[in-house]
């Protein structure tokens, strides 16, 4: 049986993130045709992507209730100085 060998170069972009892989994978016509670095690089690039975007968007909504909250704080306050400096 001979080399079933490939040199693949990959750039994978998603979630404002981008990762590159250079690797030389095995072909294997029965085994599924890819070589499973191939898809274990997508599925780690695709994990640590998520993961960032998710926690972006906690902390954006993190900042939207803290300013909510903020504001009715300060609605709070205003109301308790004017109910107690007349």
Known sequence: ????????KIEFSIYGETYNADMSINYFPTDGLIDDRVTNFFDASYRDAKGKFDEAIYKSEEGARNQLREAEERKELDRLKEKYEK
């Open 1 to 8: 049986m001979g080399d079933s060998r490939a040199r693949v």
